[in-house]
């Protein structure tokens, strides 16, 4: 059995064992395939500085500071890894799976997937990634170097329900099957509640130090895949009680807003479905989001001669716009543009902060980059402003459902249709999520998981 890091470790790095922190850093770039790297999954680099950027009002257009975190320093280039991780630790920690005996099925429709084969193979276990055939080539390409098998759905990013079915039937192909589903196990989120949200609470306050906001997080905004992510929303409620949970959907499938159905192409998003792990009765703001806006934005910012002109029209810090180039995915747009739409919905202001993530970065939309330059061509200077003023500077505050009692109710109850009626879940178990008392037991769990790998260390060091 290989473990990795606490989850006390992944939020504070410098509490593992110097040895063990030493080497997993030097194998970070030296041999990212070691199991040693397991101890890379966190939001901090070797300084213990989080990964995050303070987006150029240049580009936002707002006076409300907006930072992303991002996840591309992380092993396999997603923090989707430290859910895969987080997951498959529990399941292993619980006696559900044996490395040796199960395969493990990681339902996703993309960074999921891919940090679930790379997590697999680190910790031993043979791993088979189900993911739509319509998503990037970068994404399979990925998943096949990790040495996982992938099982091909029909459709693209809005198709989970086929996801789902073909789960079913590997679950019903033996006993050795264990499905490892996102959408559902809580062990996705308690890493963002305990590991996210710590680590961005302690962030506002290194930033308040810098002159950046006053030292709280005003909102935390979103887009939902698995709901995994925006989790970390809920400790920073409990730390500000006023703090403003704000999630992110396609206008294209617009699921929570409108029932939506359809495609969409913000990768990594929107799913048809509200997921089992998503706290929808503490969502304080529902935003949709053009996905052709998404990806016109990140066009922006991966071509050079666009990319200039926030620097010699807009002021932009040269330092800055470069490392942006690279940065940011699809995805990431998206919740820039709602983290846009937040502060002027909530008419924040300079000492306010919200905070963003970016799930993984360029290197996964090559491809989708190439096709819109086929598509739109390359950008001019005058394309590239009307992509700065007529997409970011003039995000509006439209498509938005506050997080009213009435509409805490109706995403509730849209999990129904696929958890109780699809998926076998209970009515009462359903209704038992309306107790915040429920997430809270399960906020909980994060110290009893750490006291069992802890001991697993102490009881047998040489397997650990």
Same mark, same amino acid.
């Not at 939506?260 to 935003?287: F, P, R």
């Given at each position: 059995?290989?473990?990795?890091?606490?989850?006390?470790?992944?939020?504070?790095?410098?509490?593992?064992?110097?040895?063990?922190?030493?080497?997993?850093?030097?194998?970070?770039?030296?041999?990212? @395939?070691?199991?040693?790297?397991?101890?890379?999954?966190?939001?901090?680099?070797?300084?213990?500085?989080?990964?995050?950027?303070?987006?150029?009002?240049?580009?936002?257009?707002?006076?409300?500071?907006?930072?992303?975190?991002?996840?591309?320093?992380?092993?396999?280039?997603?923090?989707?890894?430290?859910?895969?991780?987080?997951?498959?630790?529990?399941?292993?920690?619980?006696?559900?799976?044996?490395?040796?005996?199960?395969?493990?099925?990681?339902?996703?429709?993309?960074?999921?997937?891919?940090?679930?084969?790379?997590?697999?193979?680190?910790?031993?276990?043979?791993?088979?990634?189900?993911?739509?055939?319509?998503? $990037?080539?970068?994404?399979? &390409?990925?998943?096949? $170097?990790?040495?996982?098998?992938?099982?091909?759905?029909?459709? $693209?990013?809005?198709?989970?329900?086929?996801?789902?079915?073909?789960?079913?039937?590997? =679950?019903?192909? #033996?006993?050795?099957?264990?499905?490892?589903?996102?959408?559902?196990?809580?062990?996705?989120?308690?890493?963002?509640?305990?590991?996210?949200?710590?680590?961005?609470?302690?962030?506002?306050?290194? @930033?308040?130090?810098?002159?950046?906001?006053?030292? =709280?997080?005003?909102?935390?905004?979103?887009?939902?895949?698995?709901? #995994?992510?925006?989790?970390? #929303?809920?400790?920073?409620?409990?730390?500000?009680?006023?703090?403003?949970?704000?999630?992110? &959907?396609?206008?294209?499938?617009?699921?929570?807003?409108?029932?939506?159905?359809?495609?969409?192409?913000?990768?990594?998003?929107?799913?048809?479905?509200?997921?089992?792990?998503?706290?929808?009765?503490?969502?304080?703001?529902?935003?949709?989001?053009?996905?052709?806006?998404?990806?016109?934005?990140?066009?922006?910012?991966?071509?050079?001669?666009?990319?200039?002109?926030?620097?010699?029209?807009?002021?932009?810090?040269?330092?800055?716009?470069?490392?942006?180039?690279?940065?940011?995915?699809? +995805?990431?747009?998206?919740?820039?543009?709602?983290?846009?739409?937040?502060?002027?919905?909530?008419?924040? #202001?300079?000492?306010? @902060?919200?905070?963003?993530?970016?799930?993984? +970065?360029?290197?996964?939309?090559?491809?989708?980059?190439?096709?819109?330059?086929?598509?739109?061509?390359?950008?001019?200077?005058?394309?590239?402003?009307?992509?700065?003023?007529?997409?970011?500077?003039?995000?509006?505050?439209?498509?938005?459902?506050?997080?009213?009692?009435?509409? =805490?109710?109706?995403?509730?109850?849209?999990?129904?249709?696929?958890?109780?009626?699809?998926?076998?879940?209970?009515?009462?178990?359903?209704?038992?999520?309306?107790?915040?008392?429920?997430?809270?037991?399960?906020?909980?769990?994060?110290?009893?998981?750490?006291?069992?790998?802890?001991?697993?260390?102490?009881?047998?060091? $040489?397997?650990?």
């Amino acid at each position: 059995m290989i473990t990795g890091p606490t989850f006390e470790e992944m939020l504070h790095p410098d509490k593992i064992d110097a040895a063990v922190r030493e080497k997993a850093l030097k194998a970070r770039t030296e041999d990212p @395939l070691d199991p040693i790297n397991l101890f890379n999954i966190t939001w901090r680099d070797a300084d213990n500085t989080v990964y995050h950027i303070v987006l150029p009002p240049a580009l936002t257009g707002v006076d409300t500071p907006i930072v992303v975190i991002f996840g591309r320093s992380f092993p396999s280039g997603s923090h989707k890894v430290g859910a895969a991780y987080s997951v498959l630790l529990e399941k292993e920690l619980f006696g559900e799976v044996d490395p040796a005996v199960h395969t493990l099925v990681w339902p996703s429709t993309g960074n999921y997937g891919i940090g679930g084969a790379w997590v697999g193979g680190r910790m031993g276990c043979k791993s088979i990634v189900v993911l739509p055939q319509g998503m $990037s080539r970068e994404r399979f &390409e990925r998943i096949e $170097s990790y040495g996982a098998q992938i099982n091909k759905t029909v459709g $693209s990013e809005s198709n989970v329900k086929e996801i789902y079915d073909e789960t079913h039937r590997l =679950r019903t192909s #033996g006993d050795h099957i264990r499905i490892l589903n996102q959408f559902e196990v809580m062990g996705n989120y308690r890493f963002h509640y305990h590991v996210t949200g710590n680590t961005i609470a302690e962030l506002a306050t290194e @930033l308040a130090q810098q002159g950046i906001g006053s030292g =709280r997080v005003s909102a935390f905004v979103s887009a939902m895949g698995s709901a #995994g992510t925006i989790a970390a #929303g809920d400790r920073l409620k409990q730390i500000w009680p006023d703090h403003k949970i704000v999630g992110l &959907e396609p206008i294209q499938c617009p699921t929570l807003y409108n029932n939506g159905y359809g495609a969409h192409d913000i990768e990594g998003i929107g799913d048809k479905h509200v997921t089992w792990i998503h706290n929808v009765n503490n969502m304080d703001a529902l935003m949709c989001i053009d996905d052709l806006d998404c990806k016109k934005g990140l066009q922006l910012l991966s071509e050079e001669r666009a990319r200039a002109v926030l620097v010699d029209r807009y002021g932009a810090d040269p330092a800055i716009v470069e490392q942006m180039a690279t940065l940011f995915g699809i +995805s990431t747009i998206c919740n820039i543009l709602g983290a846009i739409k937040t502060a002027k919905y909530y008419n924040y #202001g300079a000492d306010d @902060l919200i905070v963003t993530v970016a799930t993984d +970065s360029l290197d996964r939309y090559y491809s989708v980059m190439d096709n819109m330059a086929q598509a739109y061509g390359t950008l001019d200077e005058a394309a590239a402003v009307g992509r700065v003023e007529g997409i970011f500077h003039a995000m509006k505050t439209d498509w938005i459902m506050p997080g009213t009692p009435e509409a =805490r109710t109706r995403w509730h109850n849209l999990k129904y249709y696929t958890w109780v009626e699809q998926q076998g879940k209970s009515v009462e178990e359903l209704d038992a999520q309306r107790d915040p008392a429920w997430w809270q037991q399960h906020q909980a769990l994060v110290t009893e998981i750490d006291s069992r790998l802890n001991a697993l260390r102490e009881a047998e060091p $040489s397997k650990v």
